[in-house]
């Protein structure tokens, strides 16, 4: 399965979205394509997976980057997040922009939402700012945590 994921990955990076198929996915991992349909039943599966991974390395990254800025103003936590964020996300800046398209709204799965309510949830440990969080209701977050206002919907 790992092999699947990385050779999508690396198609995607450098050949983008509209060329990665199952065939040049398992031709890429060396796998058969039986072998590929074994694990993900479809190409938007692998992408699904894919963007899990990211979306999970991502919330790593910036749980820490949030933590090592513990106690800064949030001016200086803000510029913090958003810089170290961009450094985190450069390792597989090809790779981002075509996932970032491929997530439409209709495509989220629990694990984007998840995701989302976890960085909703940092944000709220250090102070954002009330126009990026919803409080109105704290008890439907994690933990008594707000979660992340969908940015479509005022």
């Known amino acids: 399965m790992e092999a699947i994921i990385i050779a999508a990955t690396r198609v995607i ?3 983008g979205l509209e060329r990665l198929t199952t065939t040049r ?8 394509i039986g072998s590929l349909y074994q694990y993900f039943d479809s190409r938007e599966a692998i992408l699904g997976a894919i963007i899990d991974r ?7 990254s910036f749980r820490q980057i949030v933590d090592a800025l513990a106690g800064l103003p949030l001016e200086a936590t803000i510029r913090g997040v958003l810089f170290g964020l961009l450094d985190a996300s450069r390792e597989h800046e090809r790779l ?3 996932l970032y398209e491929e997530m439409s709204a209709a495509r989220r799965t629990d694990c984007h939402a998840r995701t989302l309510d976890a960085y909703a949830w940092r944000w ?5 700012p009330d126009n990026v969080l919803d409080r109105s209701d704290l008890s439907g977050g994690r933990d008594g945590a707000p979660t992340a206002r969908d940015p479509g919907k005022s």
Do not use: F, N, T
Request: net charge negative.
């Open 54 to 60: 990211q979306l999970d390395a991502m919330l790593v």
């Open 124 to 128: 709220y440990r250090v102070g954002a």
């Open 96 to 98: 981002h922009g075509p």
């Open 25 to 32: 996915i398992a031709e890429i991992a060396g796998v058969s």
């Open 13 to 15: 990076e450098r050949d």
